[in-house]
């Protein structure tokens, strides 16, 4: 099951809305999908898994939906730390994980 | 608190071998999943490998299922990747991470840092 992510890059400004999305190629069994994000340097940080519970010590302005093939990360309002990659990773299948390509999210 | 440290990251030749330790603290490996995932330089995230909360089952990846091996040594609480006949488009960093639960479904909430391997002649 392939993830496919869009937009490649996000152009938006602090205080914006982001809404970045994550569309698999099959239907994802128990919606089992997560979103990451990834800083240059950084390890990756989960901010959300089953499509929509946030991880621990997630801000709530960031909000996942979705389900089947069609998942969405959305960010309330940019805040500068936010700026970054954002992956969506699927669990099941073969392989067992995988990530789709990544959105960047840019001043 | 919960922490893993990659090491054994390092420069080798093509066709070489290297294997990678993560060493983990803050909780068991007898109770969770831990990943390798890996970062290849201006590329995206991609899942190496699992190994089981038991110990008894490792999945792997598409692109390194033949050449990389998952084990953990649970008496030094480490988990190691043994990678064999290494090609240039393994380099990359690689990261370890633990799952979110005990059981599936799999998500990764803890990552090491990451450890540099680069394949070149």
């Known amino acids: 099951i392939v993830l496919t992510q869009s937009p490649g890059t996000l152009s938006l400004s602090p205080g914006e809305r982001a809404t970045l999305s994550c569309r698999a190629s099959e239907s994802l069994s128990g919606n089992y999908l997560a979103w990451y994000q990834h800083k240059p340097g950084q390890a990756p940080r989960l901010l959300i898994y089953g499509a929509s519970t946030r991880a621990t010590g997630i801000p709530d302005r960031f909000s996942g939906s979705g389900s089947g093939t069609d998942f969405t990360l959305t960010i309330s309002r940019l805040e500068p730390e936010d700026f970054a990659v954002y992956y969506c990773?699927?669990?099941?299948?073969?392989?067992?994980?995988?990530f789709g390509g990544g959105t960047k999210v840019e001043i | 608190q919960v922490q893993l440290a990659e090491s054994g990251g390092g420069v080798v030749q093509p066709g070489t071998s290297l294997r990678l330790s993560c060493a983990v603290s803050?909780?068991?490996?007898?109770?969770?999943?831990v990943h390798w995932v890996r970062q290849a330089p201006r590329k995206g995230l991609e899942w190496v490998a699992v190994?089981?909360?038991?110990?008894?089952?490792?999945f792997y990846g598409d692109s390194v299922r033949g050449r990389f091996t998952i084990s953990r040594d649970t008496s030094r609480s480490t988990v190691f990747l043994q990678m064999n006949s290494l090609r240039p488009e393994d380099t990359a960093v690689y990261y370890c991470?633990?799952?979110?639960?005990?059981?599936?479904?799999?998500?990764?909430?803890?990552w090491g840092q990451g450890t540099l391997v680069t394949v070149s002649s």
């Open positions: 991470a633990r799952d979110l639960l005990p059981s599936a479904p799999d998500y990764l909430d803890y």
């Open positions: 190994i089981s909360y038991t110990g008894t089952t490792q």
């Open positions: 990773q699927r669990y099941g299948g073969s392989p067992l994980l995988a």
């Open positions: 803050g909780f068991s490996l007898r109770s969770y999943e």
